[in-house]
């Protein structure tokens, strides 16, 4: 079955430290997706990619970055320059173009500092 | 730029109560209008959609009507389960593939 894959989906992250969190999909989909989601809030836009090599910030990109070398995978690395990082983090997908195109999310991976 | 509210949970009901959950939106141009429901723990999955105006969308019992008149886009459900407790989002996209979101309804649905 076709789908987003998000791994781990619980991590643990040291003071200081940089992690990365993994998206696979394998739905053929140029564009993907990383969002924020805080207790009780809604999803906000950390960064999106709309084709391979190329990315774009979202609204709270700073203390993240991104890398898309290849169409099924768009990893997240939350630096040490987040400072609030403790989060659940959704990654998704849709195809690229049509405003009517909806997303697919994968089942998140929740971040916490030790 | 684009915005979702959307009324604020928690919304607490009995089984086979009818549900209705407010959207409202604000976006330059014509968006299309979604609703995504997030189980505990889990990631969103799209519920319905509706991409013009007029259009309703439907899936599970749940319906949405797009208003451009309005500019709303209202959950509603006739006889809710236990099942249906989750938090629901209303989303939009308008030009240049982002979704914004609202800040989610959370529904509890008690026997």
């Known amino acids: 079955d076709g789908g987003i894959t998000q791994s781990p989906k619980y991590l643990f992250r040291k003071e200081g430290q940089n992690v990365t969190l993994s998206c696979e999909q394998n739905?053929?989909?140029?564009?993907m997706y990383w969002y924020r989601q805080d207790p009780g809030q809604g999803l906000r836009l950390i960064y999106y990619s709309q084709i391979v090599n190329d990315f774009q910030k979202g609204d709270i990109a700073e203390g993240y970055s991104v890398s898309r070398e290849k169409k099924e995978s768009f990893p997240l690395t939350v630096t040490s320059a987040q400072k609030n990082p403790t989060a659940f983090y959704l990654c998704?997908?849709?195809?690229?173009?049509?405003?009517?195109?909806?997303?697919?999310f994968g089942d998140g991976t929740r971040l916490s500092i030790l | 730029g684009d915005s979702v509210t959307q009324m604020e949970g928690p919304v607490t009901l009995s089984e086979e109560a009818f549900l209705t959950i407010n959207c409202t939106y604000t976006?330059?141009?014509?968006?299309?209008l979604f609703w995504y429901v997030q189980y505990p723990g889990e990631g969103l999955q799209l519920l319905l959609k509706?991409?013009?105006?007029?259009d309703k969308g439907s899936n599970k019992g749940f319906e949405a009507t797009y208003r451009k008149e309005t500019t709303s886009f209202h959950l509603e459900k006739g006889s809710v389960q236990v099942s249906d407790s989750a938090v629901y989002f209303c989303a939009l996209k308008a030009a240049g593939n982002k979704l914004t979101f609202g800040g989610g309804t959370r529904v509890l649905v008690k026997p």
């Open positions: 976006a330059t141009g014509y968006p299309s």
């Open positions: 739905l053929n989909h140029d564009a």
């Open positions: 509706a991409t013009k105006a007029d």
């Open positions: 998704a997908s849709s195809i690229r173009g049509g405003d009517n195109q909806p997303q697919h």
